[in-house]
């Protein structure tokens, strides 16, 4: 059983885009593991699957999978590159197209630069919805990792955050915390955790430690979830300039409505390859 794919990255986050429209492709948990790995497979942060959709004026369907497997709710890197795949393989002649995802409709914009921008929606906060343990609606939650107090907020852009304001990116432990907060009892669903540091109101760094994936060069959501907690605490204006390690991005918000996020998003290869070859059943439908 061969399989088309491409391989593409927004800001070094990477992923391997799957035309879902034109093959009939389903892929165990175990399966995307393999496919996912570095060494033995074709390696990504996540997995994106293109499908069709049935439901009234939207465009596609647009499911997101971490390379441990999991499926997830939002990708906001995989949002630009999942445009920039369905108009250059001709799925779709449209420059601006409706996606439904797991938790919601984005509309991702080619723009004439080659940039994608992505309407990512309206962000939540009660910690109900994303899902936090917490009897109090508060845009700072104090949180306890091994005894010490963090201060985080905490937000879902369809996918869950934790953002922590640090005065420098570069030393904090992220490879020690993030995985603290990724697994606290307080996110029954785990949550991808986000460390910003404030260069001025107009522009952060910030590295992400994403749920499942470990810290990516770049995480879209992340930098929506950064940006809009940024500017809920008073500390940013309403458009900001995100530096990552991978590079660049723009995240525009204003209270109540959607978050907007303009990027890159590119085409590294294309490439198929035999499911028989990873050594492990695959069933195709
Ligand atoms: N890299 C992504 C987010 C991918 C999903 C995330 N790891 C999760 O588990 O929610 C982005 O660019 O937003």
């Known amino acids: 059983m061969k399989l088309q794919f491409t391989k593409m990255q927004g800001l070094g986050n990477d992923f391997m885009v799957i035309d879902g429209v034109n093959q009939q492709v389903k892929l165990s948990a175990n399966s995307i593991r393999q496919l996912g790995d570095r060494h033995f497979g074709i390696g990504f942060d996540q997995l994106l699957l293109v499908e069709a959709s049935n439901l009234p004026n939207i465009d596609f369907s647009y499911r997101i999978f971490n390379n441990d497997g999991s499926e997830v709710e939002q990708c906001g890197n995989g949002a630009r590159c999942f445009a920039r795949f369905v108009f250059d393989k001709g799925l779709s002649h449209k420059r601006e197209i409706a996606v439904s995802t797991a938790r919601g409709v984005i509309y991702p914009r080619l723009e004439d630069n080659g940039n994608v921008t992505v309407n990512m929606g309206i962000p939540q906060f009660s910690p109900a919805e994303i899902p936090f343990i917490s009897d109090a609606d508060l845009i700072i939650h104090p949180l306890d990792v091994d005894g010490q107090s963090i201060d985080i907020s905490v937000i879902s852009m369809g996918n869950p955050h934790a953002v922590q304001v640090v005065s420098d990116v570069d030393s904090t432990p992220v490879a020690s915390l993030g995985p603290k907060i990724e697994t606290h009892v307080r996110f029954p669903a785990k949550v991808n955790v986000g460390f910003m540091q404030i260069v001025n109101r107009d ?69 198929e390859i035999s499911l028989g070859n990873l050594g492990e059943q695959y069933a195709a439908q």
């Open 203 to 271: 522009q952060i760094k910030l590295r992400v430690f994403e749920r499942a994936a470990g810290e990516t060069l770049a995480c879209g959501t992340g930098a929506c979830a950064a940006v809009v907690t940024g500017i809920r605490r008073g500390l940013l204006n309403p458009s900001v300039r995100v530096i990552t390690h991978g590079g660049e991005l723009t995240i525009s918000w204003r209270a109540g409505e959607a978050v907007l996020m303009s990027g890159p998003a590119v085409t590294v290869f294309n490439g």
